[in-house]
């Protein structure tokens, strides 16, 4: 069952100087992500993946093209439905984008705070979080007392906190070194492994790809030049 869906879809940007060429972002993609997948998007810097996570996270329109998520064509949503559609989205970012002058409990509290949970539900869910990741002994920790492994695990908890469908991981274990990128894709492996989470993982690191995905698009200058399972897709000589 597919999740996420792009048909012929096209992102343009206008031209940096008056005169110059349009910028074609996204060109033309097509792609495919079922319930359940973690799915790769790999490709070199500016090949357009940062590009194609607005889309599907409907914070910038397509120029062209649909797109289904979750089975609603977010193409043509009021801006008070992309709402719900960005809800059921979690998003963890390179550089962790966490509240430096929030707790690590505060952090993951936040979008339930958004969301209008009572402070007991939001308790209950924090403390749950925080044993999934690993983290109940740093609830009343700032994010600078923490390692880098750590902040992800608490940006992880906060982008689950709602229970979205779809988790969003933007080169999420770029600024990691290896052994703890390796921890962080083992624990993202358990959310879609225990809580059925979909996961669409943007990198240009092929380790990343190799170690947790099942399919992948490869991207170049905007377009998909392959897709499939990732050990057809890199068994190609
Ligand atoms: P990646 O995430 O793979 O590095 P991006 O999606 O960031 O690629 O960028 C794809 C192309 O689109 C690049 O040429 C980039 O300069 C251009 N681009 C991205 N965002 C914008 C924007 N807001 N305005 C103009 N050009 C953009
Ligand atoms: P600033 O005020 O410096 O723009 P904010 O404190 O508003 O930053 O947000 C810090 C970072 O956290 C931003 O990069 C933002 O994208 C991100 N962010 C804000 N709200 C949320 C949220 N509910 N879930 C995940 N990330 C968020």
Do not use: C
């Amino acid at each position: 069952m597919t999740i996420v869906s792009l048909t012929d879809v096209t992102k343009t940007y206008p031209p940096a100087a008056k005169g110059g060429a349009e910028v074609i972002a996204v060109d033309d993609v097509s792609l495919d992500i079922d319930r359940g997948d973690i799915f790769g998007i790999i490709g070199y810097s500016g090949a357009g993946k940062s590009t194609l996570v607005r889309l599907v996270n409907a914070l910038e329109p397509a120029t062209r093209g649909t797109i289904h998520v979750d089975g609603v064509d977010i193409t043509a949503l009021s801006e008070r439905e992309l709402r719900r559609v960005r809800g059921g989205i979690g998003m963890i970012f390179q550089q962790f984008n966490l509240f430096s002058s929030k707790t690590v409990k505060a952090n993951i509290a936040y979008p339930l705070k958004l969301a209008g949970w009572s402070k007991a539900d939001i308790d209950a869910r924090v403390d749950e979080l925080l044993r999934f990741v690993g983290l109940a002994d740093k609830a009343k920790a700032y994010p600078e007392q923490l390692s880098g492994g750590q902040k992800q695990r608490v940006g992880i908890a906060r982008a689950l906190a709602t229970r979205p469908a779809i988790l969003l991981a933007d080169e999420a274990t770029s600024a990691l070194d290896p052994q703890t990128t390796h921890e962080v894709l083992a624990l993202l492996k358990r959310v879609n492994e225990e809580q059925g989470v979909t996961i669409i993982v943007i990198t240009h690191e092929m380790d990343v790809i190799q170690t947790i995905a099942t399919k992948v698009a490869v991207m170049e200058h905007g377009r998909v030049i392959e897709q499939g399972d990732v050990f057809e897709v890199f068994s190609d000589p």
